[in-house]
């Protein structure tokens, strides 16, 4: 094994460091350094928050957000719309649609999708809640706001079959030209699918 050349704590923090999406050891010890550097100024602050974070965050029973509490703040918004419910796999996107402004209706976060060679199967995310939110009532539409990978699209059918025979309507994001996107930049797939769900002008 290779000797450290720091102590037990920087080594500790590197590590955890390199956990982090994105960072690798490398950019690890770099931020590492960063952060020790500017001790009272980020090292501290960020300790502190950290330590905060960890002790006030809570999923939402309802919906699978991740807030400080539960039911989270989107649930617990009465202007929220009740009756549109926007199906997306991670908290990361319900927080980019957010970002967006994209929809006044509440959420449900499975917690991935569905992949068989992964070992990921239906009782892995939170589908069964979906179903039982659903035929609770009160719910006109289900959004599947799944990405548009082969794993978001079988999660999408999977879900549509589940909620046959209930009251509400599937839809999914419309698939096609972003805003801005020039068609001779676009892949052949996502050029197919524009043409395909193409709309009255
Ligand atoms: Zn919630």
């Not at 950019?27 to 590492?32: D, F, K, L």
């Not at 039911?71 to 202007?79: H, Y």
């Not at 992949?115 to 599947?144: C, H, K, M, T, Y």
Request: one cysteine or more; proline letters at 5%.
């Amino acid at each position: 094994m290779k000797r450290s050349t720091v102590g037990p704590e920087i080594e500790r923090l590197i590590q955890l460091l390199a956990r982090l999406p994105g960072l690798g050891p490398r950019s690890a010890r770099r931020a590492a350094l960063h952060l020790m550097k500017r001790r009272e100024s980020l090292l501290e602050p960020l300790a502190r928050a950290t330590a905060e974070a960890a002790a006030a965050v809570k999923v939402c029973s309802a919906c699978g957000n991740v807030d400080t509490c539960d039911p989270c703040s989107i649930c617990a918004d009465p202007g929220r719309d009740a009756a549109t419910l926007v199906v997306v796999e991670d908290v990361g996107d319900l927080w980019a649609l957010e970002r967006a402004g994209a929809t006044r209706g509440r959420y449900h976060v499975l917690g991935g999708t569905l992949s068989p060679l992964d070992g990921i199967g239906p009782d892995d995310l939170n589908i069964a809640g979906l179903v039982a939110r659903v035929a609770g009532g009160g719910i006109e539409e289900v959004v599947l706001a799944v990405n548009a990978t082969v794993e978001g699209q079988t999660t999408a059918h999977y879900i549509t079959d589940q909620l046959a025979g209930t009251a509400a309507r599937v839809t999914r994001l419309a698939h096609g030209v972003p805003v801005g996107g020039e068609l001779d930049y676009l892949d052949d797939g996502t050029l197919a699918a524009a043409m395909r769900s193409r709309t009255p002008f």
